[in-house]
């Protein structure tokens, strides 16, 4: 299987997702489910072992019921 380089954007978008999710007591099959996406998938997202479209961010933040640029917001590089 083709690695997908590290990325810091994503490892942020993996964990603002798990934080989100957790927030709203989803497990990440729910969260596939309301986002019309497939788990393995979603699971992959926050691994940080998969890239996402922009579109599907989006998906993923309606389900949330937040801003889809939360998602990608570093909050520890904004408190350094």
């Not at 083709?2 to 709203?24: C, I, Q």
């Not at 939360?70 to 350094?80: F, N, S």
């Amino acid at each position: 299987m083709k690695r997908t380089p590290r990325s810091e954007l994503r490892d942020v978008l993996a964990r603002n997702l798990r934080l989100f999710r957790a927030e709203v007591g989803w497990s990440q099959e729910r969260l596939a489910h309301e986002a019309g996406l497939n788990r393995t998938y979603l699971s992959a997202v926050e691994r940080s072992e998969q890239n996402i479209s922009v579109d599907n961010i989006a998906r993923l933040a309606a389900a949330m019921r937040v801003d889809a640029w939360t998602l990608l917001r570093d909050k520890d590089a904004e408190a350094g």
